[in-house]
């Protein structure tokens, strides 16, 4: 996850958000795709997902506050 303090930021503005812990993970392909769900706490003006990959795709990144 990235996030900012601006309200209108610009590329340099995010920064990684730091102590995002991994609480659950099915990586099982025969039952659907894989599903990694991680906890962040923080107060920022926007928020973002972010994932660089090699190989294979994202399907969705959801956020609930």
């Given at each position: 996850?990235?996030?900012?303090?601006?309200?209108?930021?610009?590329?340099?503005d995010?920064?990684?958000?730091?102590?995002?812990?991994?609480?659950?993970?099915?990586?099982?392909?025969?039952t659907?795709?894989?599903?990694?769900?991680?906890?962040?706490?923080?107060?920022?003006?926007?928020?973002?997902?972010?994932?660089?990959?090699?190989?294979?795709?994202?399907?969705?990144?959801?956020?609930?506050h």
């Amino acid at each position: 996850m990235q996030a900012t303090l601006a309200s209108e930021p610009i590329s340099s503005d995010w920064f990684n958000v730091a102590d995002t812990s991994q609480v659950y993970r099915q990586s099982d392909t025969r039952t659907g795709p894989s599903v990694d769900i991680f906890n962040f706490t923080g107060n920022f003006v926007w928020v973002k997902g972010y994932i660089q990959i090699e190989e294979g795709s994202v399907t969705a990144i959801q956020y609930n506050h």
